[in-house]
């Protein structure tokens, strides 16, 4: 599953995560939504309308492992104890 994963990644992404882990006063959290395309897109949206996440900051949608679904990844990094 995660080679699916990686593979989908292009080199800019993954250079930007490995910089934002080198900082040691972050925590990296991911938000992953997995379902049929209409469920994913409905759901970033009504996300967005909540004040959650802007839709731009979701990945494109990816396929998921199990046939017929997609899915799409929100990166946000915290401040350690903040």
Same mark, same amino acid.
């Given at each position: 599953?995660?080679?699916? @994963?990686?593979?989908?990644? !292009?080199?800019?992404? &993954?250079?930007? /995560? *490995?910089?934002?882990?080198? !900082?040691?006063?972050? =925590?990296?959290?991911? *938000?992953? +939504? +997995?379902?049929?395309?209409?469920? *994913?897109? /409905?759901? +970033?949206? =009504?996300?967005?309308?909540? $004040? @959650?996440?802007? &839709?731009?900051?979701?990945?494109?949608?990816?396929?998921?492992?199990?046939?017929?679904? &997609?899915?799409? +990844?929100?990166? #946000?990094?915290? #401040? &350690? $104890?903040?």
């Amino acid at each position: 599953m995660s080679q699916c @994963f990686l593979e989908s990644l !292009n080199a800019s992404t &993954v250079e930007r /995560e *490995v910089l934002a882990l080198q !900082n040691s006063e972050r =925590d990296r959290l991911r *938000v992953l +939504i +997995i379902g049929s395309r209409d469920g *994913v897109t /409905e759901t +970033i949206h =009504d996300l967005h309308r909540r $004040g @959650f996440a802007e &839709v731009g900051m979701w990945s494109p949608l990816l396929s998921a492992p199990s046939s017929g679904e &997609v899915m799409s +990844i929100l990166t #946000r990094d915290r #401040r &350690v $104890g903040g």
